[in-house]
């Protein structure tokens, strides 16, 4: 008796025609920028290119401009600025309203989260684990030896 194994049974999740359409997509993916072979597994300091991104801020990087500005090529700018976050809040996070917040890191960001919540929410104690990212310890550890607004004096990390 023959058993038939499915194709997720086996590891694949797309067909093999489809992840060669969504790998070409990519910059870089099996090769280093000089041509050495490499597999891509980054986890800390990097991030795939999507080649249609990259393109799009490629044509907006060139205006010597920037959107705060008052005249036609930065009000333009602006515009396209102001579609981008829209477009990422609805299209990607499927929000309708709320804020978006950018960092060039993940843990640029847990760390000034973490500031905000230590600064506002009152009460004296932090509590993270060792099950965290290592940047939101580092964050409750500096945001505890603060003072925070709300209580005016250095809260205890756990």
């Known amino acids: 008796m023959r058993v038939m ?6 590891g694949v999740f797309f067909p093999a025609d489809l992840l060669a359409q969504i790998r070409e997509k990519f ?18 300091g990097g991030s795939l290119r999507l080649k249609q991104c990259v393109e799009a801020k490629m044509e907006y990087e ?9 005249h036609e090529t930065a009000l333009m700018l602006k515009t396209v600025q102001k579609q981008g976050t829209e477009d990422i809040m609805k299209v990607i996070f ?5 804020a978006l917040m950018t960092e060039l890191t993940a843990s640029q960001a847990m760390f000034y ?33 603060r003072p ?3 209580c005016g004096w250095p809260r205890r990390i756990r």
């Open 5 to 10: 194994v499915s194709e997720q049974e086996k």
């Open 27 to 44: 910059y870089y993916l099996d090769h280093e920028p000089d041509g050495r072979k490499r597999i891509f597994f980054e986890n800390a």
């Open 62 to 70: 060139k205006y010597p401009d920037c959107p705060e500005r008052i």
């Open 94 to 98: 499927g929000a309708s309203s709320g």
């Open 113 to 145: 989260m973490v500031g905000v919540v230590a600064q506002l929410v009152s009460g004296s104690n932090i509590v993270t684990s060792v099950l965290e990212h290592p940047s939101a310890f580092d964050a409750a550890k500096y945001y505890a030896r």
């Open 148 to 150: 925070a607004k709300s």
